[in-house]
């Protein structure tokens, strides 16, 4: 019987072998001791109170208390109290609790007695699919490796932001370390003489070999196990790739050094140094080892930081929430446990727990994290909030409308991840390149030594085999491999934490090589809110009795621009009056009675319509359709009584937007269901290149095939919902969000917020990132090109020197670092 194991059990706490101190108690979760004088979180339960080294700790407490009250003591099989046990220890990164030190004593000596057959428990959910950081068309149900390049296969879907550190990180830490260690004992003995540290003369030749072969047997038969694995999975799958080279190139320095060391009378003269004796790479074969593994260490490191914008998004989520019950008792719960319609208190200073609608309170929401917009908005009864943004100032009273999976944080991790695992088309240069890379290097390798071994000085086959070995070593298509993706997982990740969220690769790569782009009036360019501006009156009425008739009809319309006129009416502190007998004509205006007096408020086409003559104010009507407004008539009793105009703002920040947006060599067309003069009008206070008025939806997918015709690569930038057809036709479709109204089902790229800065952020972030790829790109192949001729000799009749396969190991594992320092470089791009 063993103790329970847990997912926090993964976390690799300091082994405790002494009882806890006086009045301390143990965390019942991880087994760390805590000191209830610290300050740390507290949980009641039953009756007991227990403490907690961390906050994470203490909600998986509050999750399933019942699972952390007791363990059982894998020797003796009693129950132990976890909160008060004097003994623990971990192994193999899990949890146990004993009784007695006894038990305890047993269990260290042999653990394998007291655990049986029993298996590690998967950290990962049921059904989990894995799939290959650099290929992930390769899907499977199980942990294994990549057929393709070979790497270890990692779990799909979104992370819990609880996972435990990487176990081919952990292992190839250990493997790094061991084969680190063992080869500078070798390099002592091989390189000493050179500077003047004669060590193999004061051990003697034979010794010295016979030392190294000792020192390198456990690092290349042991630590470079999964290098000799996926080498040879590379030849079963018939897919060549970077461990089919590190596989042969250490084989053959290992293999042949070995042989030498046991039957040196089987080499010629070919072989012989100076000496007489044959010489050995035993330190090249383990130096590489430890090197190609300092380069994967720093690989998976640096992958993991790629997930940092990820586990930042998640650290948003708060992990409780303070529920008001129905009696007005208030108590914090787990967020896991909040449901639709609970109503939930946000103090100041906190974070909002999920998407939820304002039922009382003001205050400014800092919304930076999730919308990129560094400036808090106000917040006020029946404004939306997004779970995870942070409370300012003011205490709120909310009620949830999404909870869980269907949160906006969730949705934009789910998004992140996704487009993290998805492939950008500039990939398939690499994946062809390498594919044929492989086989090349090889031949590059045998000619090598055919050619040393026949026309180099003596020793030639130790010069065949070392110029051999330095070509496989330092060919390794490891960089061509990292130079895409880790430029889009380190992107994807910056993009979301500006409010730009990344479908897939392909989006990002696509927009970075659009030339036109079409988007909206209403919404896009303005505030998408109309407000009233002008009121222009005839002879024989005042601007107040107008503005009372006129909302008083309105109000009983639903459109817009009504709403926008009622409002200002208001606001004007004009009378509004009750209307009876409405009718609405559509695509003209309204009619009805207000104050007992006919009231008409509509377009030309329904003054004609009445008999009603516009001719006095027909200029001045046109003159605010020249500004961007919408200009009405009203008649009262049949004659003209004036005009009300109403006009959609234009957002602050659209002309900045659109002056950006050009120098990022756009051309811009705003599509639009507004007449031509009104549309015209705001185009021309914004320099936006090219009007399309009175666009219904379908029109606008037509003006993109219009443009395709004409060889334009097209981004359309809509709501997601009504231009859906539109956003699907474009090369890349922009849905423009707005807090938790995200539509991402049409659009390769989702903007939190729906303004033109997204757009250019957008931009920014997607020609930024095809360049970094392609100076990845450009790095791994000037590497090859001019590592592979010098390892193979070219330079030693200039310079006398072969390229040791060290120096070959080193300055692969270089290449690959420095693919990664430069995609790493995304994470810090000023997307403002």
């Not at 009425?541 to 109000?555: I, K, N, V």
Request: proline share 6%.
């Amino acid at each position: 019987m063993t103790a329970p194991h847990h997912p926090h059990d993964k976390h690799d706490h300091a082994a405790h072998t002494t009882a806890p101190a006086t009045d301390a108690v143990r965390d019942p979760v991880c087994g760390m001791t805590v000191d209830p004088a610290s300050g740390k979180p507290t949980a009641h339960h039953g009756g007991h109170t227990y403490r907690f080294c961390s906050e994470s700790c203490r909600n998986k407490f509050m999750k399933e208390p019942e699972a952390y009250l007791t363990a059982t003591d894998p020797v003796c099989g009693m129950e132990v109290e976890r909160s008060t046990a004097k003994h623990h220890l971990r192994h193999d990164g899990q949890g146990f609790y004993f009784c007695s030190a006894g038990c305890k004593d047993k269990f260290e000596k042999e653990p394998k007695t007291y655990l049986g057959d029993r298996r590690a428990v998967d950290p990962v959910p049921t059904g989990t699919q894995y799939t290959c950081p650099m290929h992930p068309e390769i899907i499977r149900d199980k942990l294994g490796s990549c057929p393709i390049c070979g790497m270890a296969l990692e779990p799909m879907g979104v992370p819990t932001g609880e996972e435990g550190p990487n176990p081919e990180l952990i292992d190839f830490t250990r493997r790094f370390w061991v084969s680190a260690v063992l080869s500078i004992p070798l390099l002592v003995l091989t390189m000493g003489p050179m500077v003047g540290l004669p060590v193999r003369d004061w051990i003697g030749e034979p010794a010295a070999v016979w030392i190294e072969l000792v020192l390198a047997t456990p690092v290349v038969l042991w630590a470079a196990l999964p290098f000799f694995h996926r080498g040879y999975e590379s030849f079963v799958n018939r897919s060549p790739n970077m461990w089919t080279l590190i596989s042969i190139g250490v084989g053959t320095a290992y293999v042949y050094s070995v042989i030498a060391t046991l039957f040196p009378d089987l080499f010629p003269h070919q072989f012989r140094g100076h000496a007489g004796a044959v010489p050995v790479y035993f330190e090249a074969a383990a130096v590489i080892v430890a090197l190609v593994f300092l380069g994967q260490v720093l690989e998976l490191r640096a992958r993991e930081r790629t997930g940092s914008a990820i586990r930042a998004l998640l650290d948003l989520a708060p992990k409780t929430a303070r529920r008001i019950a129905s009696d007005g008792s208030e108590a914090d719960v787990p967020v896991d446990e909040v449901r639709a319609g609970d109503r939930l208190r946000v103090r100041p200073g906190e974070s909002v727990p999920v998407d939820s609608t304002v039922l009382e309170g003001r205050s400014s929401v800092d919304e930076s994290m999730i919308t990129g917009e560094p400036v808090p908005v106000e917040k006020a009864t029946g404004d939306s909030v997004t779970g995870g943004t942070l409370n300012k100032n003011g205490t709120l009273v909310i009620r949830a409308e999404r909870v869980g999976a269907e949160t906006m944080l969730a949705r934009i991790v789910e998004m992140v991840a996704k487009a993290q695992r998805s492939r950008a088309p500039i990939q398939g240069l690499a994946d062809r390149v390498s594919y044929f890379f492989v086989p090349a290097v090889v031949l590059i390798a045998i000619v090598a030594f055919i050619v040393w071994s026949v026309f180099g000085p003596a020793p030639s086959m130790v010069f065949g085999i070392v110029s051999a070995v330095s070509v496989l070593i330092i060919a390794c298509p490891c960089a061509l491999g990292l130079a895409t993706p880790m430029s889009i997982m380190t992107a994807t990740g910056r993009g979301a934490q500006a409010g730009v969220l990344i479908k897939d690769a392909e989006a990002l790569e696509r927009f970075a090589s659009v030339d036109t782009l079409i988007v909206d009036k209403t919404g896009t360019l303005t505030e998408g809110r109309p407000k009233l501006t002008d009121v222009v009156v005839a002879n024989g009425f005042d601007e107040a009795d107008l503005l009372s008739l006129a909302a008083g009809l309105e109000r009983g319309s639903e459109h817009p621009l009504a709403e926008a006129i009622v409002e200002g009416a208001q606001q004007r502190r004009a009378t509004v009056a009750d209307a009876t007998d409405f009718q609405a004509v559509t695509g003209k205006g309204v009619s009805g009675v207000v104050s007992g007096r006919k009231v008409s408020l509509g377009n030309l086409a329904m003054m004609q319509d009445i008999g009603v003559d516009v001719g006095i104010l027909s200029g001045q009507a046109d003159a605010l359709r020249s500004e961007g407004k919408t200009a009405m008539f009203v008649s009262v009793e049949g004659a003209l009584a004036g005009i009300v105009a109403v006009a959609d703002p234009i957002k602050a920040t659209t002309a900045e937007a659109i002056e950006a947006l050009h120098a990022r060599g756009l051309r811009i067309i705003m599509a639009t269901g507004d007449n031509e003069r009104t549309a015209k009008a705001v185009a021309a206070k914004l320099g936006i290149d090219e009007v399309r008025a009175d666009m219904l939806p379908e029109s606008k997918q037509k003006l993109i095939e219009e443009l395709h015709a004409k060889g334009a690569s097209v981004a359309m930038a809509g709501d997601g919902v009504n231009d859906a057809p539109a956003l699907a036709a474009a090369n890349v479709g922009i849905a423009m969000g707005t807090g938790a109204d995200v539509a991402v089902e049409s659009a390769g790229i989702t903007l939190v917020k729906g303004d033109l800065n997204g757009i250019v952020r957008a931009r920014t972030l997607a020609q930024a990132t095809i360049r970094n790829i392609k100076e990845n790109l450009f790095f791994a192949f000037i590497y090859n090109a001019l590592g592979v001729p010098v390892a193979a000799g070219v330079l030693y009749p200039v310079f006398g020197t072969l390229l040791s396969p060290m120096i070959a190991a080193a300055a692969m594992s270089l290449s690959s670092v420095s693919v990664i320092a430069n995609a790493l470089r995304l994470r810090t791009l000023n997307l403002r």
